[in-house]
């Protein structure tokens, strides 16, 4: 085939074999150790009112590929002859940011290598004139290959919609639905859904316990910071009994960010793409902020230098937040409880003894917190009241029994990673698994 080309799948021949994921991981079995390929099956409790198909699914090669836009290692790179997204190991950091990032599940994180793998689009095969091993072996034509300036084809359910463009062609099924001569009631239909639908579980914040501490960690020294700048220039809040401190505290944070990483050696790495990646922009705002944290240490007397910090780390908080926004595919105005921008804020009117900023920092938060635990009880998960009450004891009651100051803060911190630890606990990142729970979810 000359040109880029894409997959073709007829949904009405895909009988869920996973030949395809058994000849993709024969063909590459040196370099891969998880599936780069998967069959989701759509409605796999063959409820009457709703379809049963298969997706067969592995990385799509979009046009415009999420994981080569938002790695901020620049460890993949596009082909332009066939249109493949390859991933280069040597670049990767084993950040998982284009596991996030990818609403189709494509990059696989191989925690014993600790870096990412993916489909390769068989490029030696193509360069044979051959098809790639999962469309060759597929015993009844349902994956095929094509020209990419095809047919695209309509998104089936299940599939996550994006603007990246994925290089794949769908063939709807030619099967109808059976009508049924005596259809279930719709609430009894509502509740099976409710009771035999398995909800993919969400992201795992035991796992990422690194994360946790350092962006509680990072907006606690921005709020230090902050605090100084605020108090007639000096470099050290009175709460600190000497600079050293705060410098041991910025390397903690810069140690607790390369612990989430496969290749700890390779953190340089972050900081090459700056111009698409968030998270390259947060280590370089991280990095700036305890550049003139450490300088601001050494030269009190430079006029300024100690705003420049503070800012430089609000700036640095603002892109924390903007990493998981872009993740999970949310605006900019889709507010958090945890986010690190208001932890920094909340912190930061606690600590300079300023009411009105830490009053409306605080009260923004507490509504957040409220309303998002009032909506998983209207969707019928557990709010977990004991944590939620330490978490509105130590994070608002205290501080403001304590009328501000270290401990009001440090009450403060404690309740920020009580929430910091539930927002991860409760990231749920696009993909065809949960798609298809959103798809087949009653309305």
């Known amino acids: 085939m ?10 009405g021949r895909c009988t869920g074999c996973e030949t395809c994921v058994l000849a993709c991981r024969m063909a590459h079995r040196p370099a891969q150790s998880l599936a780069w390929r998967r069959v989701h099956t759509f409605n796999t409790l063959g409820l009457p009112d709703l ?25 993949y790179r596009q082909d332009p002859a066939t249109g493949a997204v390859i991933h280069q190991p040597e670049r990767c950091l084993g950040c998982r940011y ?25 490029l030696e095969r193509q360069a044979q004139g051959l098809e790639p091993a999962c469309v060759a072996h597929c015993p009844v034509q349902a994956l095929g290959f094509e020209p990419r300036d095809g047919l695209t084809g ?16 769908f063939v709807p099924g030619r099967r109808p639905l059976p009508v049924l001569s ?17 909800v993919p579980e969400p992201f795992s914040a035991r796992g990422e316990w690194a994360l946790v501490a350092f962006t509680t960690t990072l907006a606690a020294l921005v709020a230090v910071v902050a605090t100084a700048a605020a108090r007639a220039g000096r470099v050290l809040p009175a709460p600190l009994p000497h600079p050293g401190l705060l410098l041991w505290a910025g390397a903690l944070c810069l140690a ?34 305890l550049g003139l944290v450490a300088a601001g240490t050494g030269l009190p007397r430079v006029p300024g230098l100690t705003w420049a910090a503070a800012a430089a780390g609000f700036a640095a908080l603002f892109a924390v937040d903007r990493v998981y926004q872009v993740a999970l595919r949310t605006s900019r105005l889709d507010f958090h409880s945890a986010h690190a921008l208001f932890n920094g804020l909340y912190l930061t009117g606690l600590l300079a003894g300023c009411w009105p900023l830490a009053l409306a920092a605080g ?37 403001a029994l304590a009328f501000g100051g270290g401990w009001a803060a440090l009450a403060a911190v404690l309740g920020d990673l009580v929430d910091r630890w539930e927002f991860y606990g409760e990231l749920s990142f ?7 729970a959103l798809d087949l979810a009653p309305d």
Not at 154 to 169: T, V, W
Not at 184 to 198: H, N, Q, S
Request: proline residues 12%; contains cysteine; positive net charge.
């Open 2 to 11: 000359s040109g880029p080309g894409q997959f073709r799948l007829d949904l």
């Open 51 to 75: 379809p049963v198909f298969h997706l067969s699914l592995a990385c799509h090669h979009c046009r415009q590929p999420a994981c080569l836009e938002h790695c901020p290692a620049g460890a």
């Open 98 to 122: 284009c596991t996030w990032v990818c609403p189709h599940d494509a990059p696989k994180f191989d925690p014993d290598r600790g870096e990412v793998a993916k489909c390769g689009f068989c």
């Open 154 to 169: 309509g998104l089936p359910p299940g599939f996550p919609a994006s603007r990246m463009g994925p290089a794949i062609h």
């Open 182 to 198: 005596a259809p279930p009631e719709p609430r009894l239909l509502a509740r099976c859904r409710r009771a035999l639908l398995r």
């Open 256 to 289: 607790l960010s390369a612990c989430h990483l496969g290749h700890p050696g390779r953190a340089w790495r972050a900081l090459g793409n700056l111009r698409g990646s968030w998270l390259s922009r947060e280590v370089a705002l991280v990095l700036m902020f």
């Open 363 to 399: 009260a923004l938060k507490a509504s957040l917190y409220l309303g998002r635990k009032a909506h998983f009880r209207r969707c019928g998960r557990l709010p977990r009241p004991a944590l939620s009450l330490l978490r509105i004891l130590l994070g608002f009651v205290l501080p």
């Open 430 to 436: 696009p993909s065809p698994e949960r798609q298809i």
